[in-house]
């Protein structure tokens, strides 16, 4: 197994759910760790917490949308702890919605986060991972990545476009630059994504979804790009697929 103690990492989406849960677990393995999102009371409770069970956690306020946010984020990380060794992109949002319902804002603002805010990511840490000759991206896709439901089309696009991006990544830096790429595609994990979803249509039957079946918890996902990170320097886990045991389709 790859040993984490002494590396850095920049976790985006950090302020909540699945970011919030791997910097736990990322700090717990002694990893330094940049926090990133725009609700910067949220990553100082979160670095509090990590510098509480004795980590190391530096808190970077970034939207990922804006590339010099990102930039600085990468640099902060860089200044902070001499190098960039892991970057789990998982800034999302998913405001599901029925095509036919024009919520053309909301279309947008998916491409703006979930495509252009991972490659603002990926451009901000390759230069550093490039240097080194070495480093680990674990890309946040989904199951709808894979597969569509009704009012996913513009979210899976978005999901497909990462999963898609993540096996050409792996294929162009991991035999040339020992940079490893891993997707990871949750399926029903209770984070506050859903928050976001505004079309009636859809919230109508959410709750008949999240009452049928044992969703998964932040946590095991975040054990999931654990297993990832620390398999051993000449393994890529490239693709990891993680569904609830109840979960249909």
């Not at 700090?27 to 509480?52: C, F, K, M, P, W």
């Not at 984020?73 to 919605?97: E, H, K, W």
């Not at 976001?196 to 049928?212: F, N, P």
Request: proline share 4%.
């Amino acid at each position: 197994m790859t040993d984490l103690t002494g590396t850095s990492a920049i976790v985006t989406g950090a302020s909540s759910g699945i970011g919030e849960a791997t910097a736990h677990r990322l700090a717990q393995d002694g990893v330094s760790v940049a926090l990133a999102a725009r609700r910067e009371e949220r990553l100082n409770a979160l670095r509090d917490d990590i510098d509480a069970e004795g980590g190391t956690a530096i808190v970077c306020p970034t939207d990922v949308t804006d590339r010099d946010q990102v930039q600085a984020l990468a640099d902060a990380t860089l200044d902070a702890f001499g190098s960039i060794d892991i970057l789990v992109n998982n800034a999302g949002i998913m405001p599901l919605s029925l095509m036919e319902n024009l919520h053309e804002g909301e279309w947008e603002q998916m491409v703006d986060v979930n495509v252009k805010g991972v490659l603002h990511a990926v451009g901000a840490v390759l230069p550093a991972m490039m240097e080194q000759e070495q480093g680990h991206i674990v890309n946040i896709s989904s199951v709808a990545g894979r597969r569509t439901f009704p009012g996913s089309a513009v979210y899976s696009g978005t999901k497909f476009f990462v999963r898609a991006l993540s096996e050409r990544m792996r294929n162009e830096l991991a035999p040339s630059h020992n940079i490893r790429v891993t997707s990871i595609e949750p399926g029903a994990v209770d984070t506050e994504l859903p928050n976001t979803i505004t079309d009636e249509d859809i919230l109508a039957g959410m709750g008949d979804m999240q009452d049928e079946m044992q969703m998964m918890e932040s946590a095991d996902i975040a054990d999931t790009i654990h297993y990832a990170l620390t398999a051993p320097e000449h393994v890529d886990v490239e693709e990891l697929l993680v569904m609830p045991t109840d979960q249909q389709g």
